[in-house]
């Protein structure tokens, strides 16, 4: 392996290799792990974290969402962050935060403190995130290049599988506290690590966007906090209408903002783009309801069937095989039948396997009523994500494939904050009163939302068979 001093180079240039670079990818792909893990971790310890901390159904809602919610708001800004101070410093900074916010979660005595921790959680993924996928992205070249991205790429179905078997066994190991406790000694061993590894380029001088990070995160925050509310107190209080008009005019001040700034945060002319509008809208809906999944049947599992956290996530544990499965398929399908049908194709397969939940019951075995319908959801959830990224990504030009990038990561996020607080709201009933109603409710909606999101990608979705890119990934 050479040991050739790291430079900044060339778009297209070559390289010198960076020293220890696939120890330097294991590193980061460990840290990207983490974070992944952390946005289905949780859902599994939900209910012993409610007991223990005395949450209502609002408390665990925010439990999951405010991780997602900073996550997906900062997460442009952390990429700009890595362009202005280095992307080195970036990493370790995010690498800082998110493990000292571990700690501070796994510490909560209410939720008040839990919120904290989430968010700030969320924050330090913001800076991680992006950073490092730019350092894996300029450390390699050529093939290399594309076998480190697709690393990273896998780690999105694995992230999610993991997540819901080690919160089952944390949970009911140790106790839900060591779902965030873990990260702290692995955090700490990166930090420890890091410095040396990490490639030194120099920072660029770039303009931060503070006022649109400030709205867009705000925005989303208003919106989840009005869904939340309508579970409990209508649709029509104004507890929930004016949250949900406010976070329109913080959506709107945001559009203002990105529009007339030198260097917006967001380029709204790339909602201008067909593939990546089509992308955003496929990886809103696709977390929306994947992540809704797992808050939904965790709950259920939980609250009314009686299962503990480990029996949780073993029930999950196929879910989450088949939405890894259904995203390799996926990236075979869409260069041979293309985007839109293997779009269509993935949501049509979501609504028939959600379908069936509509009617679930209090009782009977899960492994025949909620598990094959949940399976099959997953797989074409899975399916849909890969087309959600590779068309976005492989039908604009290249050197816009950052920012289409950043769009799909950020719709990503708040997706599953979005889809967390709706599907909770729905079924509020079920939650608070451990009946089946709210639960059919919920599912009912995921069913009507899979099969309206169908007819739009027939029309939305490009019909062209892109070939799956080596350009950054969602996660």
Known sequence: MSHAHPTLHAEHAPAPPVPCRWLLLALLCVAQFMLILDVTVVNVALPDM???????????????????LCFGGLMLLGGRLADALGAH???????????????????ATGAPMLMSGRGLQGVGAALLSPAALSIVTTSFD????NKALGVWAALGGTGSAAGVLLGGALAD?????????????????????????????????????????ALVTAGTASLIYGLVRAGD????????????????????AFAAVERAGRAPLMDLRMFTRRPVVAGAFLMLVATAL??????????????????????????????AVATGFGAHLGSQLVGRIGSRT????????TTAGTAPLAWLPADGSVYTRLLPGLALASLGIGAVFVTAIITA??????????????????????????????LSTVAASGIEHGAADGFTSAFTLSAITAAASALIALVLVPHTKPQSTGGPHAH
Do not use: C, K, M
């Open 50 to 68: 409610a007991a223990d901390l005395r949450l209502g159904r609002e408390a665990l809602t925010w439990a999951v969402t405010a991780y997602t």
């Open 89 to 107: 410093r970036t990493v370790l900074a995010g690498l800082a935060v998110f493990t000292s916010a571990s700690l501070v979660t796994g510490l």
């Open 142 to 145: 050529g093939a290399e290049r």
């Open 173 to 213: 190991g140790p106790g839900w506290r060591w779902v965030f406790f873990v990260n702290v000694p692995v955090g700490a061993v990166a930090l420890a690590v890091l410095p040396a590894l990490l490639p030194r380029r120099a920072a660029q001088r770039a303009r931060l966007d503070l006022p649109g990070a």
């Open 233 to 252: 107190a209508g649709w029509a209080s104004a507890t929930a209408v004016l949250p949900l008009l406010g976070a329109l005019v913080l959506y709107a």
């Open 290 to 319: 994947l992540i809704g999944f797992f808050f939904l049947g965790s709950v259920y599992l939980q609250h009314l069937r009686g299962y503990s956290p480990l029996a949780t996530g073993l029930v999950f544990l196929p879910v």
């Open 342 to 349: 293997t779009a269509v194709a993935g949501l049509a397969a």
């Open 393 to 422: 990504l492989a039908l604009v030009a290249p050197q816009e494939a950052g920012l289409a990038s950043g769009v799909v990561n950020t719709f990503h996020e708040v997706g599953g904050s979005i889809g967390v607080a709706v």
